[in-house]
């Protein structure tokens, strides 16, 4: 998966525009990504473990807010269950453009659909799987409940969702704490003061981190009895919920 260094930010701007999913962010995505996201990697790695466990065969499996396709890659990667499907979601056509690019490069038993469209629009069905890794935070609040409802509708008994997000905390204290260590690790990657307060200027308007007890509740109220934190570094969690 080929990507340019993340230099979006380098140049100093008066005004800096909100954070968008366009050519130019799909051009060094996964570069950006891995630089400014703590244990991206496991979570992708973790998410094929998790499929290798839940997919049943002649299910479906949902990725939602897909970007380059490494979730799918991951899944697809570790599946062995017969007649499969892989329905790989995303609003940003760059970003399906680019993951068509890099689910072609490997062969695979295993059906993907690529659709360029609004996950709030996706009817869920037989859905063995489903991935909101990083995706949630992009929608608004009061369109959160709704999805996760219908993505619990769309499970199949015993079927997962694998949410991973950017936390908020209410706790000052603690919010100081991680908010310190996730710039010191971007920091470590190579961003400069200047990179860190423009793209974080740029997300204040588009990206809207819950509290871990709002995404337990959340997943409580909208159907499920079973959910936990399974990673966290920092203030990026990633969690799972069992029908
Ligand atoms: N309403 C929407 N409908 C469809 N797509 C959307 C919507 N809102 C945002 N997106 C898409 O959700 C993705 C969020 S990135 C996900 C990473 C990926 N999951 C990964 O595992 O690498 C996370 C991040 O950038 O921090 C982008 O590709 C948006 O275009
Ligand atoms: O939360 C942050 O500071 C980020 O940089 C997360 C992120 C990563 C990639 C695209 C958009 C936001």
């Given at each position: 998966m080929n990507s340019e260094l993340d230099n979006i930010y380098a140049t100093?701007n008066?005004?800096v525009a909100d954070f968008v999913f366009d050519k130019k962010v799909a051009g060094v995505f996964n570069d950006m990504i891995r630089r400014s996201v703590?244990?991206y990697?496991?979570?992708?790695?973790?998410?094929?473990?998790?499929?290798?466990?839940?997919?049943?065969?002649?299910?479906?499996?949902?990725?939602?807010g897909c970007s380059l396709g490494s979730?799918?890659?991951?899944?697809?990667?570790?599946?062995?269950?017969?007649?499969?499907?892989?329905?790989?979601?995303d609003n940003s056509e760059s970003m399906i453009q680019r993951c068509?690019e890099n689910?072609?490069?490997?062969?695979?038993?295993?059906?993907?659909?690529?659709?360029c469209?609004?996950?709030?629009?996706?009817?869920?069905?037989?859905?063995?799987?489903?991935?909101?890794?990083f995706t949630?935070q992009f929608?608004?609040?009061?369109?959160?409940?709704?999805?996760?409802?219908?993505?619990?509708?769309?499970?199949?008994?015993?079927?997962?969702?694998?949410?991973?997000?950017?936390?908020?905390?209410?706790?000052?204290?603690?919010?100081?704490?991680?908010?310190?260590?996730?710039?010191?690790?971007?920091?470590?990657?190579?961003y400069?003061?200047?990179e860190?307060?423009q793209k974080r200027s740029a997300l204040?308007n588009v990206m809207?981190?819950?509290?871990?007890?709002?995404?337990?509740?959340?997943?409580?109220?909208?159907?499920?009895?079973?959910?936990?934190?399974?990673?966290?570094?920092?203030?990026?969690?990633?969690?799972?919920?069992?029908?």
């Amino acid at each position: 998966m080929n990507s340019e260094l993340d230099n979006i930010y380098a140049t100093a701007n008066s005004q800096v525009a909100d954070f968008v999913f366009d050519k130019k962010v799909a051009g060094v995505f996964n570069d950006m990504i891995r630089r400014s996201v703590p244990g991206y990697g496991q979570i992708i790695n973790t998410i094929g473990d998790f499929a290798k466990s839940f997919v049943t065969e002649n299910s479906n499996i949902y990725d939602l807010g897909c970007s380059l396709g490494s979730a799918t890659l991951s899944i697809r990667r570790q599946i062995e269950q017969r007649n499969c499907k892989i329905i790989a979601v995303d609003n940003s056509e760059s970003m399906i453009q680019r993951c068509n690019e890099n689910l072609s490069a490997y062969v695979s038993d295993t059906q993907v659909e690529l659709i360029c469209g609004d996950i709030r629009d996706i009817a869920f069905e037989n859905a063995s799987m489903v991935v909101l890794n990083f995706t949630l935070q992009f929608l608004p609040v009061a369109d959160r409940n709704a999805l996760i409802t219908s993505i619990y509708q769309g499970l199949l008994p015993g079927g997962i969702l694998v949410l991973s997000e950017k936390l908020r905390f209410e706790d000052e204290t603690i919010q100081q704490l991680l908010d310190k260590h996730h710039l010191d690790f971007k920091r470590a990657n190579g961003y400069s003061e200047l990179e860190i307060s423009q793209k974080r200027s740029a997300l204040e308007n588009v990206m809207r981190p819950d509290t871990l007890t709002h995404h337990t509740k959340r997943f409580t109220e909208c159907g499920f009895s079973h959910s936990s934190v399974w990673f966290q570094c920092f203030n990026f969690a990633s969690m799972v919920a069992v029908k």
